[in-house]
């Protein structure tokens, strides 16, 4: 098979979560490991970095990844979601794994693939470790895709582990109060390791506590160390980024000194390509697109939407099914002019959940593309257009491929 016709494979044969949602949720370790010895690989050939949490998962992946590779190493990583290619999940050093690897190791594995019944999430990790492994990378940087205690990706064994926050999301999978969803989110301490918390929640805090008691595990929250260097004017980046610097150092790297570190966050966007975290679109007037999707992300952009200055503000949306609406929509600064419209895939929220989540009159267009431009056209110079909800709609409205 061609390229294109294992990717359609992958992505339509294999429904994934961002895609279909629960359907497509496959807890549990048992397929991962028969898939991983299949490969004959070892949970322990690869020097790993696990990140888990909330919100700020991939941006940390990124500052992580990009201060490793200024430390002269070489870094692989797997995150998630995708934005325009799949490829961009896998990379190492910045570079999104060759087509001709994809086409070659689903060729070699399709029959056992099909076998043990493998989501589109463990097929993906098991193809990223795979390549790895095969670039002898020096560090391998891991997002947990969903929770932590029951993801593909807790069958490895890290030096450290990350956790950056705790907030609610995917409360039908796991769990309805912050104490549950932490106590997932633990799942991926293990032993005599290291684990760095990048936010204080006195409703959770010892949850990890007692997590990193029991696995005889090294714990620090990083809002504990004193810094008051600012790293970005976007604070939530401003967090992740001392969360990462505290995973790197929690490595002891004989490399790393303050100079790297600056260097690294300097260059996350060339060493890393992070992208969808307040990512200006265009100016005159301002676009910004953000991959907020929950209510604390929703405060987040908010926060920095008060820092700045504008005209009038545009915001368009577009949510999976099922997201609370007007717990999110609050946030917004009062007099917002909002839009939404629809998602090209199965979870998408059409106008009519819309219309039962939101009272007031709606303003909607299911093409994102043309609502956008109408939106551009209706705005001036001086105003700012907030393209937010989902990760999804980056594709449908920036992508020019």
């Given at each position: 098979?061609?390229?294109?016709?294992?990717?359609?494979?992958?992505?339509?044969?294999?429904?994934?979560?961002?895609?279909?949602?629960?359907?497509?949720?496959?807890?549990?370790?048992?397929?991962?490991?028969?898939?991983?010895?299949?490969?004959?690989?070892?949970?322990?050939?690869?020097?790993?970095?696990?990140?888990?949490?909330?919100?700020?998962?991939?941006?940390?992946?990124?500052?992580?990844?990009?201060?490793?590779?200024?430390?002269?190493?070489?870094?692989?990583?797997?995150?998630?979601?995708?934005?325009?290619?799949?490829?961009?999940?896998?990379?190492?050093?910045?570079?999104?794994?060759?087509?001709?690897?994809?086409?070659?190791?689903?060729?070699?594995?399709?029959?056992?693939?099909?076998?043990?019944?493998?989501?589109?999430?463990?097929?993906?990790?098991?193809?990223?470790?795979?390549?790895?492994?095969?670039?002898?990378?020096?560090?391998?940087?891991?997002?947990?895709?969903?929770?932590?205690?029951?993801?593909?990706?807790?069958?490895?064994?890290?030096?450290?582990?990350?956790?950056?926050?705790?907030?609610?999301?995917?409360?039908?999978?796991?769990?309805?109060?912050?104490?549950?969803?932490?106590?997932?989110?633990?799942?991926?301490?293990?032993?005599?390791?290291?684990?760095?918390?990048?936010?204080?929640?006195?409703?959770?805090?010892?949850?990890?506590?007692?997590?990193?008691?029991?696995?005889?595990?090294?714990?620090t929250f990083v809002p504990d160390i004193a810094?008051?260097?600012?790293?970005?004017?976007?604070?939530?980046?401003?967090?992740?980024?001392?969360?990462?610097?505290?995973?790197?150092k929690a490595l002891n790297l004989n490399r790393?000194?303050?100079?790297?570190?600056?260097?690294?966050?300097?260059?996350?966007?060339?060493?890393?390509?992070?992208?969808?975290?307040?990512?200006?679109?265009?100016?005159?007037?301002?676009?910004?697109?953000?991959?907020?999707?929950?209510?604390?992300?929703?405060?987040?952009?908010?926060?920095?939407?008060?820092?700045?200055?504008?005209?009038?503000?545009?915001?368009?949306?577009?949510?999976?099914?099922?997201?609370?609406?007007?717990?999110?929509?609050?946030?917004?600064?009062?007099?917002?002019?909002?839009?939404?419209?629809?998602?090209?895939?199965?979870?998408?929220?059409?106008?009519?959940?819309?219309?039962?989540?939101?009272?007031?009159?709606?303003?909607?267009?299911?093409?994102?593309?043309?609502?956008?431009?109408?939106?551009?056209?209706?705005?001036?110079?001086?105003?700012?257009?907030?393209?937010?909800?989902?990760?999804?709609?980056?594709?449908?409205?920036?992508?020019?491929?």
């Amino acid at each position: 098979m061609e390229y294109k016709k294992i990717e359609e494979w992958i992505l339509n044969r294999l429904p994934f979560y961002q895609n279909n949602g629960a359907v497509a949720y496959n807890p549990g370790l048992n397929n991962i490991d028969k898939f991983i010895n299949e490969l004959n690989l070892s949970n322990n050939q690869l020097k790993f970095i696990h990140v888990g949490g909330t919100n700020g998962k991939g941006s940390t992946c990124s500052y992580i990844s990009s201060i490793l590779q200024e430390s002269n190493y070489k870094v692989g990583t797997f995150t998630s979601p995708h934005y325009y290619d799949y490829r961009e999940r896998i990379k190492i050093n910045n570079h999104k794994i060759e087509k001709s690897y994809i086409t070659s190791f689903i060729k070699d594995n399709k029959t056992i693939i099909e076998e043990i019944g493998l989501s589109f999430f463990e097929l993906s990790f098991g193809l990223s470790l795979s390549y790895f492994k095969q670039n002898k990378v020096d560090y391998a940087i891991i997002e947990v895709g969903l929770g932590g205690r029951l993801d593909a990706t807790n069958i490895i064994n890290p030096l450290v582990s990350v956790v950056t926050n705790i907030s609610y999301d995917h409360t039908e999978i796991l769990g309805d109060t912050l104490e549950k969803i932490a106590v997932e989110k633990a799942g991926i301490i293990k032993e005599k390791s290291q684990l760095i918390v990048g936010e204080r929640n006195k409703l959770t805090d010892e949850i990890f506590i007692n997590k990193c008691k029991e696995k005889s595990t090294e714990i620090t929250f990083v809002p504990d160390i004193a810094e008051d260097v600012i790293y970005s004017e976007i604070d939530y980046l401003n967090k992740n980024i001392k969360t990462s610097i505290e995973t790197c150092k929690a490595l002891n790297l004989n490399r790393l000194n303050s100079k790297i570190i600056t260097k690294g966050i300097e260059n996350v966007d060339l060493n890393s390509g992070l992208f969808g975290r307040w990512s200006i679109m265009g100016v005159n007037p301002m676009i910004i697109f953000d991959s907020a999707h929950n209510e604390s992300g929703f405060i987040s952009i908010a926060d920095q939407i008060s820092k700045i200055s504008y005209n009038k503000i545009y915001v368009l949306l577009s949510f999976v099914k099922g997201k609370k609406i007007k717990d999110l929509i609050r946030h917004l600064p009062e007099g917002s002019n909002i839009y939404f419209t629809s998602l090209k895939i199965e979870r998408s929220m059409d106008l009519e959940e819309i219309n039962l989540n939101f009272s007031e009159s709606i303003k909607f267009d299911e093409n994102p593309k043309r609502i956008f431009n109408n939106i551009k056209n209706e705005s001036s110079k001086d105003d700012l257009i907030l393209v937010t909800g989902s990760n999804y709609i980056a594709k449908e409205i920036f992508n020019e491929n």
